[in-house]
């Protein structure tokens, strides 16, 4: 086993035993969901898991998921071959629970945020990916400060030696993309990850 994976292996444990939400009374059974595929040059971070991923204990796997799949197929991306090559992963790693307004899942909390945090950074420090997808405007805003998906959607940044690509968030998307510019900002979008497959960068 090299030092990376040992890192890695560690801070794996860490994370699915982590019960800090629960002990400050917002989580009552956390159970992190992610996909600490290694080694992986790409890497996928969304917000935080629904209610689904927790039944399944895999990333993406609800309805969102679905729709997220259909757009990295038009980019050439299989399902199969993005879940075993791809590390997924998410700003914070617990089903967060309903929104008490009772309009689907709540966003996490700003303790949560700051509980969570520093996992998802080592993350990104131990797989040193060479490509990060962000989905959702929450992962926009904490690892790139875009407040708005219309100013990260569309584009790519480079950080720390990555290139950054930014996505909106499938199950929230379907009214951004009723704008035609939206559109064409997904297929932008879609497109960058495409030519960075196709340049073998995975
Ligand atoms: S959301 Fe993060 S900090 Fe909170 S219990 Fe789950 S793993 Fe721990």
């Known amino acids: 086993m090299n030092q990376t994976e040992d890192l890695l292996l560690g801070l794996v444990g860490k994370i699915r035993s982590c019960r800090k939400c629960q002990e400050k009374g917002s989580i009552p059974n956390p159970q992190p969901v992610f996909s600490p595929v290694y080694p992986s040059t790409w890497m996928l971070i969304g917000q935080a898991p629904g209610k689904v991923e927790l039944e399944t204990g895999l990333p993406f796997s609800g309805r969102a998921g679905r729709t997220l799949f259909r757009w990295l197929k038009e980019a050439g991306y299989e399902e199969k071959e993005f879940r075993a090559s791809v590390y997924m992963t998410s700003v914070t790693k617990c089903y967060p629970g309903k929104n008490p307004r009772g309009e689907g899942d709540r966003s996490p909390s700003k ?17 040193s ?3 990060i997808l962000l989905v959702g405007k929450l992962a926009l805003k904490i690892l790139l400060k875009i407040e708005k998906l219309e100013e990260g959607v569309g584009r790519t940044f480079k950080k720390e030696g990555m290139i950054w690509i930014p996505l909106p968030h499938p199950s929230g998307a379907s009214r951004w993309l009723n704008f035609e510019e939206n559109r064409l900002r997904l297929k932008r979008a879609l497109s960058y990850i495409e030519e960075l497959t196709d340049a073998g960068n995975r």
């Open 111 to 127: 303790e949560e945020l700051a509980l969570c945090l520093p996992f998802l950074f080592k993350e990104i420090e131990i797989i």
């Open 129 to 131: 990916p060479k490509v």
